[in-house]
């Protein structure tokens, strides 16, 4: 078996997924590469998500009696896990959401509803990049047909890198807002966060990251990011479905207005008008998703368990064995960068003329699972003039044995399709 | 899922390229960007050629090479009912094993039975059938108003 | 025993609710009577999660692998038994939020960015009632803020009642939307449909209702209610958190615009401008809940297995019972319907001067928890001129023995501040 | 954590009632509908009296009462320092145990240290000293502005 330095230690590690032990098609073992679009779940946080129903569960919140006790002093214990795993100054600066795309749509909704100096109009602009996520593009779409502002990107280099170098003219004083994505999904580009703040700072906009694919595979620090706003999803990083979070500096979040209305979020109620509970709460409607955060907790314990350093340092591992391994396919192209140099562990490519929905499905059938098409990032896939890709994406328990599984897939692809 | 028919279709597609017609439509599959430019031309009712260019996946091309082979040079209520019929076993869910009634009508179609098992590839299967019916709805509506409305 | 007629077999039931067993101060056993917070969960639902989990975890829709199918399958499958369990008539009329106050949020921001027929501005108007959930007031508050649109209410009468009396001065032709709750959370009060819902066609006004407190008690027929649009929640109905219901009628889910934007909802993405996939796509923008949505089409089948007629006749027979021995207890006022006629299983009192933190809190002593303050519905408590109420709330489990033993606690909490 | 000296505090409180002072507050806790009106009456820097009505659990009015106990003729340095204990107990989530040196400074007030377990009631625990700590700030405030800043 192929060795490569700072790989863990996957034989522990794969016994805590159980769906790693699925068999598919008579008897192949599944080699999940889909890690981009979601990761599969620890027995940890499995165990913790049933240990709430069968013991704690109860509404969080102004109960008195033992179990609404419990579910309050756990849900709020996920927050202050969430705090402390990406450094957050203050555990009432992390919200509960319920995937990235409601936080971003949350900070959006906020500043088209702000007063100054947040507000965004028609005099105003957004920024945002040719490689986001449609959860990062249709937000700020939507806000700026309703506000009038103009929408504004930076493209991409041929290399698969954000292209900055009119970062002046792209960001203007009229710039209120940019949101960029820290690594790409569909490219695994990591973005240079402090260009883009050092100018959004120059002229005083706001800074929204989207953390997405960042969060579940490396330290995160919103501190040293130096953003405002750091947006990400529960169900990429080990953690249950249904749980995002947005990270929001404290007194953006005491400014801004408040997005959905409900329960939780009120101070005080009358039929003609209502008052907001501070940050965290104020952006919290509703029954919050209180076993999915406990689960969102329990998948922080596990990553730090392990540690972020060393989950970032085995896919880096993984990665740089895997994109020499499928540049040795013959016709294949990587789309995004070539190295494993300031990239994440999901590499998307063609294979000659053969779509890419039958790469996807020779592969399945062999037990392998990628994910084609758009990847939800359709502007790059017209940027680089193809109509999809096929993306393998790597987690901590990927194994260098799965690269070769997925190499020797792709010939069997060509094979079956030459 | 992947016949050998299917594979012959695609590698070696029938009719393809894009020929004199008397209405052409685009059709394009947005989850995953397979796109088919079709044109119908008829003589009467009778279908006297679809031609088409397009790019996408093996399912979708081959399922172009099997329209044309099948429906030039039937009558338009003939090729509804194989068109129907072809639906019918692609929305199957893989609940429809072909007999020979249906090998009968749908000759090389029968071996996309498969594919019905696979949601996310029914639409690119049918992705030349929906583009053909709409071209024919364009071409024979506009001779033939009466008929418009039943496209 | 107590013996009611309509009883279902508590005994059998209680066995597939694992929280129930829980045992809390030194050796007391829970009695669970805050079930209009959130109801338990069933062995059945939880075993669904974890099995999904284990075995069939991934990203929805546009996979090619195994799980990705499955998953979608999953996924759309519980959207089917949604559909069936409120026969609506499409399944594509089944939108998945959050919660219920998302799905509230939800409507009301498609009315705000809308078009005419539906727009809401400031020559419209917005109706609601005195007995509203906040997650039901707050939303139209800010969407009245924000468009200049004026919000009117149904007052309540002394009995815990909606006051229609002025029904044709309230809903008139500018009203845009009514939007009421069909069985109250602090109340219990089981609302008139009918006269609603035939001023507002009358008018050509939107009708909304908020049935967070129906959907886990008895039967729902989104048709013959006749609404425009029905909003719900999972974890009150036997299903996990973090996840919603709308309903509404496909020609209004066409017409009207998104709300959230990202992943998912889309048809074409391009810089500058997107399209959008039809309902319900539409509206469930990123990952959704899907591992939710698996536990609540399990919480259905649940439900329906022992069919909601049952769980109608249980609920009713014993809110009959606790309403009279309530009426026993010395100073015991119930706020809302003093019958069991047209109402719910929610049950609210005050108790002499006792204040309501305190019974709570010494009913938790004994292991009975219920609920104790405004209910997020503090509108309510200003009505009546009260700080807040104690509130009992009964499920299909619940047995004329723990209606008993509230009352005993009832007596002790009395003795215990007299 | 319904001590005897709560209950006790609750049925018979210490100084109820509203009577002339230097400043008062009105404070609420929102999610509880517990009420408090307080005013504070001061001889320079010696508290002369804490009068309040209010609404609210046992915990908020038998607190009142206590604060009314212990702070009446007090300097307001010697106030303030009560004042910090007991919240520094009430913040403790039950993980103080009060020794013979809180006990001493916190008299009744130690009985409370029960309630910190319960966080839903902490807030009850507080309302009259966090309303205390307000009309303090107003009173000595427009007197001595120089102390307005530390309020
Ligand atoms: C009547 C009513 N409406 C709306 C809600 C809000 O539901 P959720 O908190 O799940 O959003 C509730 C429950 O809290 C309710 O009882
Ligand atoms: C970069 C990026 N941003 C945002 C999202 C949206 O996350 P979610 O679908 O959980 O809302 C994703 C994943 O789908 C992503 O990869």
Redesign the pocket.
């Given at each position: 078996m192929t060795q490569l330095p700072g790989l863990l230690d996957t034989e522990a590690i794969r016994k805590d997924f159980p769906a790693l032990d699925r068999v598919l098609h008579d008897g192949k073992k599944l080699v999940y590469l889909d890690n981009?679009?979601?990761s599969q779940k620890p027995r940890q946080v499995l165990d913790a998500l049933t240990e709430y129903y069968e013991r704690h569960n109860a509404n969080v919140h102004r109960g008195v009696h033992v179990l609404a006790e419990e579910a309050t002093a756990l849900y709020e214990g996920a927050r202050d896990k969430v705090a402390e795993f990406i450094n957050a100054p203050s555990r009432d600066e992390v919200i509960f959401t319920?995937?990235?795309?409601?936080?971003?749509n949350l900070v959006a909704n906020m500043l088209g509803w702000a007063d100054e100096p947040y507000k965004v109009d028609h005099e105003t602009e957004i920024v945002i990049t040719e490689m986001?996520?449609?959860?990062?593009i249709v937000p700020w779409q939507l806000l700026s047909q309703r506000t009038g502002a103009k929408l504004k990107w930076f493209g991409l280099t041929d290399d698969g890198r954000l292209d900055l170098s009119n970062i002046d003219e792209v960001i203007t004083e009229k710039t209120k807002i940019v949101s960029f994505?820290?690594?790409?999904?569909?490219l695994g580009t990591h973005n240079p966060v402090e260009a883009i703040v050092r100018r959004a700072q120059e002229v005083g906009a706001l800074v929204l990251i989207?953390?997405?694919?960042a969060a579940p595979h490396m330290p995160l620090d919103v501190q040293a990011l130096q953003a405002d706003f750091v947006?990400?999803?529960?169900?990429?990083m080990c953690g249950p479905?249904g749980i995002?979070v947005l990270w929001g500096r404290q007194e953006l979040l005491e400014d801004l207005p408040p997005f959905l209305g409900g329960g939780e979020m009120i101070e005080t109620v009358s039929m003609s008008s209502s008052t907001y509970a501070p940050a965290p709460h104020k952006f919290e409607a509703g029954t919050p998703p209180i076993a999915q955060a406990v689960g969102l907790g329990a998948a922080v314990d596990y990553l730090q368990s392990i540690g972020m350093e060393k989950v970032q340092a085995h896919e880096h591992a993984i990665t740089s064995y895997a994109v020499k391994r499928l540049l040795e396919v013959p016709d294949l192209k990587i789309i995004g960068p070539v190295t494993a140099e300031d990239r994440g562990a999901a590499i998307s490519f063609t294979l000659g003329d053969i779509h890419p929905h039958d790469v996807g499905q020779v592969l399945d059938e062999q037990g392998i699972a990628v994910r084609v098409g758009h990847?939800?990032?359709r502007p790059v896939c017209l940027r680089y003039g193809i109509p999809a890709t096929t993306r393998a994406s790597f987690y901590l328990y990927s194994t260098p044995a799965e690269v070769d599984a997925l190499v020797e897939g792709l010939e069997h692809v060509r094979n079956f399709f030459g | 899922m992947y016949q050998e028919v299917i594979l012959d279709h695609y590698k070696h597609p029938h009719g393809r390229g894009l020929r004199d017609g008397d209405a052409e439509v685009h059709h394009v599959n947005p989850t995953c960007g397979d796109e088919i430019t079709l044109r119908v031309k008829y003589e009467g009712t009778r279908i006297a050629d679809v031609s088409y260019e397009g790019q996408g996946c093996s399912i979708s091309q081959a399922s172009a090479s099997v329209l044309n082979d099948l429906l030039v040079g039937k009558d338009v209520t003939e090729a509804q009912r194989i068109q129907g019929t072809f639906l019918e076993l692609m929305q199957s869910k893989g609940r429809i094993e072909p007999d020979d009634a249906m090998e009968e009508i749908l000759e090389d179609a029968v071996a996309f039975a498969g594919v019905s098992k696979y949601p996310a590839r029914v639409k690119c299967a049918l992705l030349s059938w929906m583009a053909w019916k709409d071209a024919t709805a364009q071409a024979l509506g506009e001779s033939e108003p009466a008929e418009r409305k039943s496209a």
């Open positions: 981009a679009a979601t319920k995937n990235a795309s409601e936080s971003l986001e996520h449609h959860s990062n994505v820290l690594v790409s999904n569909i989207d953390a997405s694919q947006a990400f999803t529960g169900h990429k479905t995002g990847h939800c990032a | -």
